[in-house]
């Protein structure tokens, strides 16, 4: 299992489109667990509604968890998307 | 902010069969309308489109949330519809969608996320889907809604039943300058108590009397008073009320502390003891503090005369230099203009000491405590001593302050004896005992301490006078620097008290350096978020331009929130580029005889261009400094 924290950078923060893209990512690695872990809200990030009732606004922290296979490349895929801001 | 407040029957259609993803998109377009926030039908539908374009917003398993920000909606509102056979919406999984929310947001604001968040968060729960499919009726699918979400955020849904729309928690906020800390403190209070639910009225007491007065009716209704001030404000009013005092940087910093300390009620229950100002004070609040109190309420209202005496005086000198009068004892009196604003700046200022030592008097012991700070202040001016009424030297700032001070604690010390006198004259205390033994009183120290204030006074004039330049550079540099510390704290407040009482003693050049040191930090603060604009954050650039006016206007607490969010980058490099300027201020022996005004008193400075120049330096080295400490931010 790996983690990584990452800030939520756009000013939008993390509503329906970025949700969507996490989603999607996640989706192509179906052996891999992805977890976000933000406001003290856990949310499987396979599900954007998850990821959406957890409310990660600009500046908010998130953590993200991945077990499975390449685990250390989706947890840095997904932490490159929070920080390119969702190319917002 | 509530589904439930956002969402109405007149917006909700059950059973609805829509053919396509265009029709369903219309009819919540249909109901948006119906709710009234929507004030450009068409501009909002674009908005709604475009989203639809960059991706769906059908999130899977039958809910899709349209939704769109747009200028052209007023207030934030949702629109639903459920449609049990299900519509294409091209959904993430490929599954019809059965439910279906439309929300519109304006451009402002965070509320859109929120909503998102909260919906969703709802939407989670099979049963409460289910439950909202087969809703008989609107309302009961708003009540299927509304109870989920009281069950969901319980406390919230507390708060909202609480706000009555009742004021809640009142303030008052005061700073000793009142142009910049007693209206942020005013604002973050009243946001902290948005944020909280709870609404906040804070009443302003700055420089141009107070604003947003709390009225009775609001006072009575309250649940407690928030006093965030730095200098003494009507208390009589709270008597009986729970209140917190404290200082007005709290009101900045803790807002939110503050408000739930009321809403606890944790806060004493105020009794107003009438003239006793000092014995009233925060409890726990240091000597040093109280001190510190009373001293800025005489500055504060010492300052008017200070500006006002100060430019007049300084124009008579501008307008004979124009009429080329010959620089000898004349000089400032020589045309009748200007001996015009000679005279009259100069009545202004012989008030200044006077009413310094009668507001320090009267902040410690309220009324009794005027007449005896302002006449023993008047003693200080014409130095009056036993051996020679008439005055010999005078023991000016010093001796103000020592009268002031003594005034107003003999006059409390006064007031208790007074209180085992016989009931039947409480009625002449205030109009004859307590005048007459202060005024007794004062007049006898006065005159016993005035010999010895004197030879203090002439001795730090003549320091002062005779210092060296390079001594006098290196106050420059040290007022300079400490005005840029704090901004508008104890360091600047005492720098500042010392530029204006040096110009009570003649030492214009003091005061000019004093003052470059406070317009240093904002106006560097404004250049380097315009040149070098990634070492800051997008908030911080939009403001940076204010910090110009801020700063030529001599407001020093326009650098506060910059300073505030890295101290330790911000603050050095402040300092460094105040002190500079402050040194060059003294090295081209500028001088300036307003202790207030930043740009708008430039044409009274003495040696103005190379006060301009050292300015401009000054704030250039901040501003390199700035951009040499701060880390460039990546998302710039």
């Given at each position: 299992?790996?983690?990584?924290?990452?800030?939520?950078?756009?000013?939008?923060?993390?509503?329906?489109?970025?949700?969507?893209?996490?989603?999607?990512?996640?989706?192509?690695?179906?052996?891999?667990?992805?977890?976000?872990?933000?406001?003290?809200?856990?949310?499987?990030?396979?599900?954007?509604?998850?990821?959406?009732?957890?409310?990660?606004?600009?500046?908010?922290?998130?953590?993200?968890?991945?077990?499975?296979?390449?685990?250390?490349?989706?947890?840095?895929?997904?932490?490159?998307?929070?920080?390119?801001?969702?190319?917002? | 902010?509530?589904?439930?407040?956002?969402?109405?029957?007149?917006?909700?259609?059950?059973?609805?069969?829509?053919?396509?993803?265009?029709?369903?998109?219309?009819?919540?377009?249909?109901?948006?309308?119906?709710?009234?926030?929507?004030?450009?039908?068409?501009?909002?539908?674009?908005?709604?489109?475009?989203?639809?374009?960059?991706?769906?917003?059908?999130?899977?398993?039958?809910?899709?949330?349209?939704?769109?920000?747009?200028?052209?909606?007023?207030?934030?509102?949702?629109?639903?519809?459920?449609?049990?056979?299900?519509?294409?919406?091209?959904?993430?999984?490929?599954?019809?969608?059965?439910?279906l929310f439309m929300i519109a947001a304006p451009n402002d604001g965070d509320v859109h996320l929120e909503v998102l968040s909260r919906l969703m968060t709802m939407l989670m729960d099979e049963d409460f889907k289910n439950k909202l499919l087969?809703?008989?009726?609107?309302?009961?699918?708003?009540?299927?809604?509304?109870?989920?979400?009281?069950?969901?955020?319980?406390?919230?849904?507390?708060?909202?039943?609480?706000?009555?729309?009742?004021?809640?928690?009142l303030a008052v906020t005061a700073c000793p300058t009142g142009i910049a800390h007693t209206y942020m403190a005013a604002e973050a209070l009243e946001n902290a108590g948005k944020k909280l639910g709870i609404t906040v009225k804070a009443e302003?007491?700055?420089?141009?009397?107070?604003?947003?007065?709390?009225?009775?009716?609001?006072?009575?209704?309250?649940?407690?008073?928030?006093?965030?001030?730095?200098?003494?404000?009507?208390?009589?009013?709270?008597?009986?009320?729970?209140?917190?005092?404290?200082?007005?940087?709290?009101?900045?910093?803790?807002?939110?502390?503050?408000?739930?300390?009321?809403?606890?009620?944790?806060?004493?229950?105020?009794?107003?003891?009438?003239?006793?100002?000092?014995?009233?004070?925060?409890?726990?609040?240091?000597?040093?503090?109280?001190?510190?109190?009373?001293?800025?309420?005489?500055?504060?209202?010492?300052?008017?005369?200070?500006?006002?005496?100060?430019i007049f005086i300084a124009l008579a000198f501008l307008i004979d230099t124009i009429a080329g009068a010959p620089q000898d004892s004349s000089f400032g009196t020589y045309t009748a203009l200007a001996a015009f604003f000679k005279n009259i700046?100069?009545?202004?200022?012989?008030?200044?000491?006077?009413?310094?030592?009668?507001?320090?008097?009267?902040?410690?012991?309220?009324?009794?405590?005027?007449?005896?700070?302002?006449?023993?202040?008047?003693?200080?001016?014409?130095?009056?001593?036993?051996?020679?009424?008439?005055?010999?030297?005078?023991?000016?700032?010093?001796?103000?302050?020592?009268?002031?001070?003594?005034?107003?604690?003999?006059?409390?010390?006064?007031?208790?004896?007074?209180?085992?006198?016989?009931?039947?004259?409480?009625?002449?205390?205030?109009?004859?005992?307590?005048?007459?033994?202060?005024?007794?009183?004062?007049?006898?120290?006065?005159?016993?301490?005035?010999?010895?204030?004197?030879?203090?006074?002439?001795?730090?004039?003549?320091?002062?006078?005779?210092?060296?330049?390079?001594?006098?550079?290196?106050?420059?540099?040290?007022?300079?620097?400490?005005?840029?510390?704090?901004?508008?704290?104890?360091?600047?407040?005492?720098?500042?008290?010392?530029?204006?009482?040096?110009?009570?003693?003649?030492?214009?050049?003091?005061?000019?350096?004093?003052?470059?040191?406070?317009?240093?930090?904002?106006?560097?603060?404004?250049?380097?978020?315009?040149?070098?604009?990634?070492?800051?954050?997008?908030?911080?650039?939009?403001?940076?331009?204010?910090?110009?006016?801020?700063?030529?206007?001599?407001?020093?607490?326009?650098?506060?929130?910059?300073?505030?969010?890295?101290?330790?980058?911000?603050?050095?490099?402040?300092?460094?580029?105040?002190?500079?300027?402050?040194?060059?201020?003294?090295?081209?022996?500028?001088?300036?005889?307003?202790?207030?005004?930043?740009?708008?008193?430039?044409?009274?400075?003495?040696?103005?261009?190379?006060?301009?120049?050292?300015?401009?330096?000054?704030?250039?080295?901040?501003?390199?400094?700035?951009?040499?400490?701060?880390?460039?931010?990546?998302?710039?």
């Amino acid at each position: 299992m790996v983690t990584k924290k990452v800030t939520v950078v756009n000013e939008q923060g993390v509503h329906m489109r970025p949700a969507g893209i996490i989603a999607k990512v996640v989706k192509e690695h179906p052996e891999c667990e992805v977890t976000l872990i933000a406001n003290g809200k856990e949310a499987k990030a396979k599900a954007p509604m998850q990821i959406m009732a957890a409310c990660m606004k600009q500046g908010c922290e998130v953590e993200i968890v991945c077990n499975g296979a390449d685990e250390q490349a989706v947890v840095d895929e997904i932490a490159a998307l929070f920080e390119s801001g969702f190319d917002e | 902010m509530r589904i439930t407040d956002l969402l109405n029957v007149e917006s909700i259609k059950l059973n609805a069969t829509p053919k396509n993803k265009q029709e369903a998109i219309d009819e919540l377009i249909d109901l948006q309308v119906k709710g009234g926030k929507i004030a450009d039908r068409e501009a909002y539908k674009e908005g709604i489109l475009a989203r639809e374009t960059v991706s769906t917003t059908a999130v899977g398993e039958g809910i899709a949330i349209p939704h769109a920000k747009s200028d052209a909606v007023k207030a934030p509102s949702l629109a639903a519809i459920t449609v049990p056979n299900g519509v294409d919406y091209e959904a993430m999984d490929g599954e019809p969608s059965t439910l279906l929310f439309m929300i519109a947001a304006p451009n402002d604001g965070d509320v859109h996320l929120e909503v998102l968040s909260r919906l969703m968060t709802m939407l989670m729960d099979e049963d409460f889907k289910n439950k909202l499919l087969s809703a008989k009726d609107k309302n009961e699918f708003l009540k299927i809604i509304d109870d989920t979400e009281k069950a969901k955020y319980p406390d919230e849904t507390k708060a909202v039943v609480e706000n009555d729309g009742r004021i809640r928690v009142l303030a008052v906020t005061a700073c000793p300058t009142g142009i910049a800390h007693t209206y942020m403190a005013a604002e973050a209070l009243e946001n902290a108590g948005k944020k909280l639910g709870i609404t906040v009225k804070a009443e302003t007491n700055g420089s141009g009397g107070a604003k947003n007065v709390l009225t009775k009716e609001e006072i009575e209704a309250c649940d407690g008073i928030i006093i965030a001030a730095d200098k003494t404000v009507d208390m009589a009013r709270f008597d009986g009320k729970r209140v917190i005092r404290t200082k007005v940087s709290d009101g900045i910093k803790i807002p939110k502390e503050l408000i739930e300390r009321i809403e606890k009620g944790d806060a004493p229950v105020y009794h107003h003891t009438g003239a006793k100002a000092a014995d009233e004070s925060t409890e726990g609040e240091s000597f040093g503090r109280k001190l510190y109190k009373h001293l800025m309420n005489g500055v504060s209202n010492m300052l008017p005369f200070t500006v006002a005496g100060g430019i007049f005086i300084a124009l008579a000198f501008l307008i004979d230099t124009i009429a080329g009068a010959p620089q000898d004892s004349s000089f400032g009196t020589y045309t009748a203009l200007a001996a015009f604003f000679k005279n009259i700046g100069g009545y202004a200022f012989s008030f200044m000491i006077p009413v310094l030592a009668g507001y320090i008097g009267k902040s410690i012991a309220d009324r009794p405590g005027f007449l005896v700070g302002l006449v023993g202040g008047f003693l200080a001016t014409t130095g009056s001593t036993f051996a020679n009424l008439a005055g010999e030297v005078p023991s000016g700032f010093l001796g103000a302050l020592l009268a002031g001070f003594a005034g107003g604690y003999l006059m409390l010390g006064v007031e208790k004896l007074c209180d085992h006198m016989p009931k039947s004259l409480n009625g002449i205390k205030p109009v004859l005992i307590y005048p007459l033994v202060g005024l007794g009183m004062i007049a006898v120290l006065m005159c016993a301490v005035n010999p010895f204030m004197g030879m203090i006074n002439v001795g730090v004039s003549n320091f002062l006078n005779n210092m060296g330049n390079t001594s006098k550079i290196v106050l420059g540099c040290i007022l300079g620097g400490m005005m840029a510390i704090d901004m508008g704290g104890p360091f600047n407040k005492a720098a500042y008290v010392f530029g204006t009482a040096a110009i009570a003693s003649s030492g214009y050049d003091i005061m000019a350096a004093v003052m470059i040191g406070g317009m240093v930090p904002p106006i560097a603060i404004a250049l380097s978020t315009t040149f070098f604009k990634n070492r800051w954050t997008d908030e911080e650039r939009k403001n940076g331009a204010v910090n110009y006016i801020m700063g030529l206007s001599f407001i020093t607490e326009g650098a506060i929130p910059y300073a505030a969010s890295d101290p330790i980058r911000v603050i050095p490099s402040c300092m460094v580029g105040a002190a500079v300027a402050g040194g060059l201020s003294m090295a081209f022996k500028c001088t300036l005889m307003a202790p207030h005004g930043g740009i708008f008193v430039f044409a009274v400075v003495g040696n103005w261009p190379l006060y301009v120049l050292s300015l401009a330096i000054g704030s250039l080295v901040s501003m390199v400094m700035l951009t040499l400490l701060k880390k460039k931010r990546t998302d710039a």
